[in-house]
């Protein structure tokens, strides 16, 4: 943020004609030091009392330790905190309120600047109530309702594009803050210049919201403030949440930054917005912790407030909060941030219908609809300077709270299990292994070194590599044997003319040992190197053990035909569903009772993972399973996305986001994306797109298409949205579309 010169002259009328002065000026005396300013006599946790029960005590004391040691170290004076699931909350309070002049002690009902959590709590709601009664188009022009804003192709930038910060629009004015006047400040918003066409990538936008701000003031006739008080927080009994908050309320306000001689205190803190006279759609609400976690519920409730009033529709919130993947891969909805370079509120484990939003002030909130839970922390961070700061304070209290709510499984891969305790079957026996870069415990030890750690006499003394090689780097055919550069162990290449462990490579070997993490899909080869794996240990006499992993798509979830006619088995090694719902231990069961029956085979069990769980819902790390298998999200696309590369289509190899990609330098994209949006395929979300691969297919050429986002992973059924994808690509474009070669992974007549 950029200091406010001149201050006190140039408060706005709102300040003078409401004799609010007070409320901005804390004078502070010029012989104190301000880097000397922490709460560390204060920072221990204000225990309130409130229930812990249904949340783990060891994640609470955590989340007390992170808040309280932050406020030690002087990142923040201090703040509160709020987690709830399924009805049940815990809320703790930390440290002081104010600093200076003197300190105060932080309380439940301390007000706070919310920063920009007015684009989620104010603008963004205003603006789908509005969209919900049909008085505003989502994707019409931003001029419908603006006139003025034209020139420079402003002509074309859509509400939608605003709400999700692809406009192209600038950050915020450029031209400095030596005005003031909420008329001046839109004058000088619509004057800005473009920085960037829309659609070009994602610039996070305080004019954006400005925008919208002055959107639901034209079409509904009354003052954001206004419209939000009536249809918002009145409803909601938020009774603390306002712009311009009451002077009466001031012993209760958070102060912020020391500007000149004095801190700010129930003045908003962002310069554009006091310039604006303290209203504006990006900055300038101020809220509680109770009213925060009010409207989380609401939203959390698909629109309902306590009483049962119904603030939004359902499908309001749904088309609210739907994720949208913009250009680059980053993800929003529409207000609110979902995966992007600010997501550090998400923290490590919730999951990917999540969403939520931060404050420049050092506020923050985050939701979890598929867990039925959200989390709240409110600082004033920048009290009584710039220097304090939460990103790391936001992860590390979204990750614990995620786990004090079970919201994420901690699981056991059974390598993590043999590293723990040891096997058995393993004791005094020269092992081979098959794994590659996925081979790792939780705590990222080798799988090599874990086999041997707990159990005596146990050494692994070859190993062997599936696709893509031991490093999973390789992209090519006919991988060569090679030496393991971290131990000097041989490495025999299972993905040559010769798919399987040959007699020579078994010599010395006592047992064969699988440890790779699967996608879930039948012609991800990694099953077949494993079922080739199985019959040589059979030929050789020797067991074969497997160490189980989790399914990353869920163990729920079955899609696609069986096959049929299989021309290539190594894409089809068993008549199973295209994405088969099984783990690599259950397949070796499945594959020992019907194929390689005289195998002695010995699953490791993976434990705590329940089969609706997908892979964001566990404590697992993810680790590429191969070269573009970047994501979970990828994962989850693979089964439908993946059977179309065979054809004359790029999946969005050679790019940041293979699988959510698909396109051709012939494809009318716009054409593709009308088709589909008549197909209407459940859990995604599908928008045009434009992209030039650096590798693989048309590597270099500008490809047409779509981006696909996964919106819903519980509604998905990948198989569906490929062949719809394949039907009307067909239907657009005829014999130039190659749509024979979509059997040659599915292999159904």
């Given at each position: 943020m950029m200091p406010f010169p001149k201050l006190y002259s140039r408060?706005?009328?709102?300040?003078?004609?409401?004799?609010?002065?007070?409320?901005?000026?804390?004078?502070?005396?010029?012989?104190?030091?301000?880097?000397?300013?922490?709460?560390?006599?204060?920072?221990?946790?204000?225990?309130?009392?409130?229930?812990?029960?249904?949340?783990?005590?060891?994640?609470?004391?955590?989340?007390?330790?992170?808040?309280?040691?932050?406020?030690?170290?002087?990142?923040?004076?201090?703040?509160?905190?709020?987690?709830?699931?399924?009805?049940?909350?815990?809320?703790?309070?930390?440290g002081s309120r104010a600093l200076v002049p003197v300190r105060e002690t932080m309380t439940a009902d301390t007000i706070f600047d919310a920063a920009s959590l007015t684009k989620v709590m104010a603008t963004t709601p205003c603006v789908m109530l509005l969209v919900q009664e049909k008085k505003v188009d989502p994707d019409a022009a931003v001029s419908r309702y603006i006139p003025e804003f034209k020139g420079q192709g402003k002509e074309k930038i859509t509400v939608r594009q605003l709400m999700t910060h692809v406009s192209g629009l600038m950050p915020d004015i450029t031209t400095g803050f030596h005005w003031?006047?909420?008329?001046?400040?839109?004058?000088?918003?619509?004057?800005?210049?473009?920085?960037?066409?829309?659609?070009?990538?994602?610039?996070y936008s305080d004019i954006n919201f400005i925008l919208l701000g002055e959107i639901v003031h034209r079409v509904s006739g009354e003052s954001l403030d206004a419209f939000a008080r009536r249809r918002l927080y009145q409803p909601l009994g938020m009774v603390d949440t306002q712009y311009r908050p009451d002077p009466a309320k001031l012993a209760r306000i958070a102060p912020t930054e020391i500007i000149g001689t004095a801190a700010l205190r129930g003045v908003v803190h962002d310069p554009t917005a006091r310039c604006m006279g303290g209203v504006a759609g990006h900055a300038g609400l101020f809220t509680t912790l109770v009213d925060t976690a009010k409207y989380c519920r609401m939203l959390l409730n698909q629109g309902k407030a306590d009483d049962g009033t119904v603030i939004?529709?359902?499908?309001?919130?749904?088309?609210?909060?739907?994720?949208?993947?913009?250009?680059?891969?980053?993800?929003?909805?529409?207000?609110?941030?979902?995966?992007?370079?600010?997501?550090?509120?998400?923290?490590?484990?919730?999951?990917?219908?999540?969403?939520?939003?931060?404050?420049?002030?050092?506020?923050?909130?985050?939701?979890?609809?598929?867990?039925?839970?959200?989390?709240?922390?409110l600082t004033n961070r920048n009290h009584p300077t710039e220097q304090g700061s939460v990103g790391l304070l936001r992860y590390e209290t979204s990750s614990l709270a995620a786990e004090a709510m079970g919201c994420v499984t901690p699981v056991k891969s059974g390598a993590d299990v043999v590293a723990e305790r040891g096997l058995k079957e393993l004791e005094g026996r020269r092992i081979g292994l098959i794994t590659n870069q996925t081979g790792l415990t939780s705590d990222g030890v080798s799988t090599l070194k874990a086999l041997e750690k707990k159990t005596p006499g146990a050494k692994v003394t070859v190993l062997f590599s599936p696709e893509h090689g031991i490093a999973g780097k390789l992209d090519h055919e006919n991988i060569a044997d090679s030496r393991d550069g971290a131990t000097g162990l041989p490495v025999f290449s299972l993905y040559t003319k010769t798919r399987k462990p040959s007699p020579e490579s078994l010599k010395g070997?006592?047992?064969?040992?699988?440890?790779?993490?699967?996608?879930?899909?039948?012609?991800?080869?990694?099953?077949?190197?494993?079922?080739?794996?199985?019959?040589?240990?059979?030929?050789?006499?020797?067991?074969?053990?497997?160490?189980?992993?989790?399914?990353?798509?869920d163990g729920l979830d079955v899609e696609g035909p069986l096959p049929?006619?299989?021309?290539?088995?190594?894409?089809?090694?068993?008549?199973?569903?295209?994405?088969?719902?099984?783990t690599v231990g259950e397949l070796a069961r499945l594959f020992a009772a019907e194929r390689v029956k005289n195998v002695k085979l010995t699953v490791v069990p993976v434990e705590g993972w329940k089969r609706r769980l997908f892979f964001s819902q566990t404590l697992a790390p993810w680790e590429n399973p191969s070269p573009n298998m970047r994501s979970p999200e990828a994962a989850l696309l693979y089964p439908g996305i993946g059977l179309l590369e065979f054809s004359n289509l790029s999946v969005g190899r050679g790019t940041g986001t293979p699988f959510s990609l698909v396109g051709a330098p012939w494809?009318?994209?716009?054409?593709?994306?009308?088709?589909?949006?008549?197909?209407?395929?459940?859990?995604?979300?599908?928008?045009?797109?434009?992209?030039?691969?650096?590798?693989?297919?048309?590597?270099?050429?500008?490809?047409?298409?779509?981006?696909?986002?996964?919106?819903?992973?519980?509604?998905?059924?990948?198989?569906?949205?490929?062949?719809?994808?394949?039907?009307?690509?067909?239907?657009?474009?005829?014999?130039?579309?190659?749509?024979?070669?979509?059997?040659?992974?599915?292999?159904h007549p």
């Open positions: 408060l706005s009328p709102w300040l003078r004609l409401r004799g609010l002065a007070a409320l901005v000026m804390i004078p502070v005396c010029s012989g104190i030091m301000l880097p000397a300013f922490t709460a560390q006599a204060h920072a221990e946790a204000q225990t309130l009392g409130n229930s812990t029960a249904g949340f783990r005590p060891d994640k609470i004391a955590a989340i007390n330790a992170e808040v309280a040691g932050a406020v030690r170290r002087g990142e923040i004076p201090g703040g509160v905190f709020w987690m709830e699931r399924g009805g049940k909350h815990w809320e703790n309070v930390y003031q006047g909420y008329e001046e400040g839109l004058r000088r918003v619509v004057s800005e210049p473009i920085k960037q066409a829309p659609e070009k990538g994602f610039i939004l529709k359902p499908e309001t919130v749904a088309l609210m909060t739907a994720v949208h993947q913009l250009p680059g891969g980053e993800k929003r909805t529409l207000g609110f941030d979902a995966a992007t370079r600010f997501s550090g509120t998400r923290g490590a484990h919730f999951g990917p219908l999540s969403y939520g939003h931060t404050g420049w002030t050092g506020t923050c909130f985050w939701i979890d609809p598929e867990a039925d839970s959200f989390y709240v922390l070997v006592d047992v064969l040992v699988f440890d790779i993490q699967d996608v879930g899909c039948r012609f991800y080869t990694y099953i077949s190197t494993m079922l080739n794996c199985m019959e040589a240990a059979a030929e050789a006499g020797i067991p074969f053990v497997v160490l189980d992993r989790v399914n990353p798509v049929v006619d299989v021309k290539n088995p190594f894409v089809a090694c068993h008549s199973i569903p295209v994405r088969h719902g099984m494809v009318n994209g716009p054409a593709l994306l009308e088709r589909l949006r008549k197909a209407k395929p459940a859990g995604v979300y599908i928008e045009a797109a434009d992209f030039t691969p650096n590798a693989s297919k048309f590597a270099g050429e500008r490809c047409h298409g779509v981006q696909i986002t996964v919106a819903d992973p519980r509604a998905l059924d990948s198989v569906r949205l490929g062949i719809a994808i394949a039907q009307a690509l067909f239907e657009e474009h005829g014999e130039t579309y190659e749509l024979a070669k979509v059997n040659t992974l599915l292999f």
